[in-house]
T-cell receptor, first 108, second 116 residues
Framework: GQNIDQPTEMTATEGAIVQINCTYQTSGFNGLFWYQQHAGEAPTFLSYNVLDGLEEKGRFSSFLSRSKGYSYLLLKELQMKDSASYLC?????????FGTGTRLLVSP | GAGVSQSPRYKVAKRGQDVALRCDPISGHVSLFWYQQALGQGPEFLTYFQNEAQLDKSGLPSDRFFAERPEGSVSTLKIQRTQQEDSAVYLCASSFQVQVGSYEQYFGPGTRLTVT
């Protein structure tokens, strides 16, 4: 089976840095995805990690440790538009298994 | 280019009615997925197609749920005799499947189904 845990909600202020953690237990692992989902909208791809280490893409970075079953998404220079849910998902054979999502609220 | 589109965007059905939800994937995308997303939850896998072949339907919650993709492009998710617990957003996603395990899924806007 597969189990993914991430915090339900986080708050941060504009311009700050926030780290959203994700732990997982899975049988069969082909990588870990982070998606962003604004309320009422489709999830949009942020990052994909299959090897251990840090992947940086602009203001967003994602880290993976396969031995620890752990990932995090790092958001720098927070903007109001970053208020959204952030979904951690593991990929098995083709399908994605999502966590419940972390709702991030960015305040001025 | 055009993304994944879904119709209708909103559907209200009375308990017991049948509904059909449509997904138009990105042109050329081999793989197509259906997910169900309850309020405040992450999407949950329902079924997966590679071209017209349904390779995994392990997530379909009951035999009232049926999906098809007869020509390997447009897909329809049908729910028979809807129940209140079927109320959710139904998301469709497609991917080009360049490399197994290393693929980005592109999601449509979803169909919000409310069963009254």
């Amino acid at each position: 089976g597969q189990n993914i845990d991430q915090p339900t909600e986080m708050t941060a202020t504009e311009g700050a840095i926030v780290q959203i953690n994700c732990t997982y237990q899975t049988s069969g692992f082909n990588g870990l995805f982070w998606y962003q989902q604004h309320a009422g909208e489709a999830p949009t791809f942020l990052s994909y990690n299959v090897l251990d280490g840090l992947e940086e893409k602009g203001r967003f970075s994602s880290f993976l440790s396969r031995s620890k079953g752990y990932s995090y998404l790092l958001l720098k220079e927070l903007q109001m538009k970053d208020s959204a849910s952030y979904l951690c998902a593991t990929s098995g054979f083709q399908k994605l298994v999502f966590g419940t999502g972390t709702r991030l609220l960015v305040s001025p | 280019g055009a993304g994944v589109s879904q119709s209708p965007r909103y559907k209200v059905a009375k308990r017991g009615q049948d509904v059909a939800l449509r997904c138009d994937p990105i042109s050329g995308h081999v793989s197509l997925f259906w997910y169900q997303q309850a309020l405040g939850q992450g999407p949950e896998f329902l079924t997966y197609f590679q071209n017209e072949a349904q390779l995994d339907k392990s997530g379909l919650p009951s035999d009232r749920f049926f999906a098809e993709r007869p020509e390997g492009s447009v897909s329809t998710l049908k729910i028979q005799r809807t129940q209140q617990e079927d109320s959710a957003v139904y998301l469709c996603a497609s991917s080009f499947q360049v490399q197994v395990g290393s693929y980005e899924q592109y999601f449509g806007p979803g169909t919000r189904l409310t069963v009254t």
